[in-house]
């Protein structure tokens, strides 16, 4: 397993160099966020135990981003919910089109490469308060997709008959754009508070725009990334006491179900198609 994280990170900082060079070329503005700042910060780069990377990008930068998405480099591709039928999530994420990279979550499994996760940053508006409603109504939305989307128990008998009546409804990737709209008013405007609305962290994903303001670069690895402007403030409000680790039972990455860094996840795909019409017609 360790073997495999290590792996996983050489590619990762491979993905992240062709990124940050697709950015520059187009003057687009992002930022590390999360576990991958605080690898950045405390660790010099990679968390020990993590296999992914977390960026960020304000929606205007994210939005062309994604007009632009053809010319990543060969071998990459920046894929969302608009592309798949199956993809799984309300943000974009980078692969790597040469591996093969399964998560699991619950009993959902979702097939695409190695990747980077890159979120848009949506303005939430001046007053903290209003924007803590917001972020409320925001997470009982995103609960709701899961419900549509994410097969298997719940913590609660309760949330499990919730989410077998849920997964009755329509299954159209458009239910991934609803929580935005939550903050659809805000979208051309200066705000003073911004959040990640996919982000793991909840309320605390409410930061002052002044914490990621104009990114400034850090060391990771071998390379340099951009980052927030004030990491101090950013990752305090995220992890409070951000220096000091985890204990050892919490240091644990993605769940991860499978991983070929050889084959393309496109031809694991058809194979998996191929196996199963196989199986349904020895039945």
């Known amino acids: 397993m360790e073997n495999d994280i290590k792996l996983t990170q050489n590619i990762l900082i491979e993905?992240?160099?062709?990124?940050?060079?697709?950015?520059?070329?187009?003057?687009?503005?992002?930022?590390?966020?999360?576990?991958?700042?605080?690898?950045a910060v405390r660790h010099g780069g990679f968390i020990p135990w993590d296999d992914d990377m977390d960026f960020g990008m304000p929606r205007e930068d994210y939005e062309k981003m994604l007009?632009?998405?053809?010319?990543?480099?060969?071998?990459?591709?920046?894929?969302?919910?608009?592309?798949?039928?199956?993809?799984?999530?309300?943000?974009?994420k980078m692969y790597n089109e040469n591996t093969t990279y399964i998560e699991k979550s619950l009993d959902t499994y979702t097939v695409?490469?190695?990747?980077?996760?890159?979120?848009?940053?949506?303005?939430?508006?001046?007053?903290?308060?209003?924007?803590?409603?917001?972020?409320?109504?925001?997470?009982?939305?995103?609960?709701?997709?899961?419900?549509?989307?994410?097969?298997?128990?719940?913590?609660?008998?309760?949330?499990?008959?919730?989410?077998?009546?849920?997964?009755?409804?329509?299954?159209?990737?458009?239910?991934?754009?609803?929580?935005?709209?939550?903050?659809?008013?805000?979208?051309?405007?200066?705000?003073?508070?911004v959040t990640n609305i996919y982000g793991a962290w909840g309320d605390r994903e409410i930061v002052p725009m002044t914490y990621l303001g104009t990114p400034k670069l850090y060391n990771f690895e071998e390379t340099q990334l951009y980052g927030v402007e004030k990491y101090d403030e950013y990752l305090s409000n995220i992890y409070g006491d951000y220096m000091t680790p985890p204990p050892p039972e919490k240091r644990i990455g993605h769940?991860?179900?499978?991983?070929?860094?050889?084959?393309?996840?496109?031809?694991?795909?058809?194979?998996?198609?191929?196996?199963?019409y196989r199986e349904d017609n020895d039945k």
């Open 67 to 92: 007009s632009l998405r053809h010319k990543i480099d060969d071998g990459f591709s920046l894929k969302t919910h608009k592309d798949e039928k199956n993809f799984g999530y309300g943000f974009c």
């Open 112 to 193: 695409g490469g190695v990747f980077i996760d890159i979120f848009p940053i949506d303005n939430i508006g001046d007053d903290y308060q209003k924007a803590l409603a917001l972020s409320k109504k925001i997470h009982r939305r995103k609960r709701i997709v899961s419900g549509i989307f994410i097969r298997g128990e719940r913590k609660s008998r309760s949330l499990t008959i919730i989410s077998k009546f849920l997964r009755l409804l329509p299954k159209t990737n458009r239910w991934y754009e609803w929580p935005f709209k939550v903050v659809n008013k805000y979208k051309n405007k200066n705000s003073k508070y």
């Open 15 to 39: 993905m992240a160099k062709v990124f940050h060079q697709f950015c520059v070329s187009h003057n687009l503005k992002y930022y590390m966020l999360g576990g991958t700042l605080l690898g």
């Open 255 to 276: 769940s991860i179900y499978y991983v070929d860094f050889n084959k393309p996840y496109k031809q694991y795909i058809a194979e998996q198609k191929m196996k199963n």
